[in-house]
């Protein structure tokens, strides 16, 4: 086996800590060899190695060549759908929007007018039933729109469309087909898993995982912005991250390190006017790693193996640090075992140095992000 070791990735950020888990999953299923993932604590930090059968050149090709394949679309004319699917989209918001307004001036109306509940509902329906008709006949229109994006992305692992939320029948379509090329494309299986769940849908939309940080606000889409950054990830990107010497590129990250919220009030100059720069190779490993965390309805909605959401203490990501070599599935039983619950005893003994944990904040009411993780 060929020790790889991630220089540049750290245990303790939560982008890297994901990175890790991508690389990984990168790696599973290159040989009959099961690859693994521990980690190393030298000079105050914890580093990722990965261990492969593939020797070291040979497997920096190899992830540098499925990261950029696992963007390559099934037909090169996806603007024209993609256009069409953010015009149908527009339109249905705009409606939304005339519903909200009709339903609160028919609820004043029937108010002055004195109206019962059963009463104050028949009015309000009679006075929104062709806003109602209208909108309900666009979200047909944006379904079939994002049906036919989603037929030119093709099946892979960033092609529902440009972000998660699309309509069920879309998702349920594009698993049924990745099924049929399991285990031959266990990579797309595993990520539509980690992506949401049909099992939890709102407006009969895909609810995205909690880590989707980039869900069309301000122009920001996580797979859209996924697929742009695998097409950097060269093998001379790849030997940067190993030889931690990373430099970051011109293009939009997912906001999963902490450093990506970068608040007025802390900069010495305006941030909108700074670049947009990510390291393309961390961010791509990243999404990847989503796949080692899948998803699932949980008590209060959405949930992932990970995730740690609590009324009084908000929601985070946890996250163990381990010296043994795991494979993936030994990852994702270990990350679901929950190990922040365990005595320091019981962590050491199995093998968990530490346990971090990353809160999801949203300072700016606008999107979430990270803050820079703690030993819990």
């Known amino acids: ?33 099961a690859a693994t993932l521990r980690w190393v604590r030298s000079e105050g930090r914890f580093t990722p190695i990965v261990a492969t059968p593939c020797a070291h050149d040979a497997w920096v090709a190899s992830i540098a060549d499925a990261i950029q394949g696992s963007a390559r679309l099934g037909s090169a004319d996806v603007g024209g759908a993609s256009s069409e699917t953010k015009a149908a989209k527009a339109r249905l ?76 029948a879309v998702f349920r379509l594009h698993a049924s087909e990745a099924l049929q090329r399991y285990p031959e494309d266990a990579l797309t299986v595993r990520q539509l898993a980690a992506l949401g769940s049909d099992g939890c849908t709102e407006d009969n939309k895909i609810n995205p995982t909690p880590l989707s940080f980039s869900n069309g606000g301000s122009g920001k889409c996580l797979l859209k912005d996924y697929r742009a950054l695998a097409e950097l990830c060269t093998e001379a990107k ?44 961390a961010n791509a490993l990243a999404y990847l790693g989503l796949g080692a965390l899948p998803c699932f309805p949980g008590e209060r909605g959405l949930s992932m193996v990970g995730f740690f959401a609590s009324r009084t203490q908000g929601n985070a990501l946890e996250w163990p640090l ?16 929950r190990p922040s619950t365990w005595r ?22 606008k999107r979430n992000y990270f803050s820079t993780a703690r030993a819990i």
């Open 93 to 168: 918001k705009k409606l939304a929007e005339e519903l909200k307004t009709a339903r609160q001036k028919a609820k004043a109306e029937a108010k002055a007018k004195g109206l019962n509940r059963a009463e104050t509902d028949a009015w309000i329906a009679s006075q929104t039933e062709r806003l109602n008709d209208d909108y309900n006949q666009q979200s047909g229109v944006v379904r079939d729109a994002e049906g036919r994006q989603a037929q030119q992305l093709g099946v892979g692992p960033a092609h529902l469309g440009d972000i998660i939320g699309v309509d069920v």
């Open 322 to 337: 381990w010296d043994g070599a795991l494979t993936l599935s030994e990852v994702t039983s270990l990350f679901n075992a």
């Open 1 to 33: 086996m060929t020790d790889i070791a991630l220089r540049a990735l750290r245990g303790d950020n939560p982008l890297h800590l994901l990175a890790s888990l991508g690389a990984l999953s990168l790696s599973d299923g290159q040989t009959p060899r």
């Open 344 to 365: 320091r005893q019981e962590r050491l003994a199995r093998g968990v140095f530490e346990v971090m944990r990353a809160d999801i904040i949203n300072p700016t009411g």
């Open 238 to 281: 790849l030997h940067e991250v190993l030889d931690d010497r990373v430099k970051v590129v011109n293009a939009t990250s997912l906001s999963w390190d902490p450093r990506d919220l970068r608040s007025a009030a802390y900069q010495w100059s305006d941030p909108k006017s700074q670049a947009v720069e990510a390291d393309a190779v």
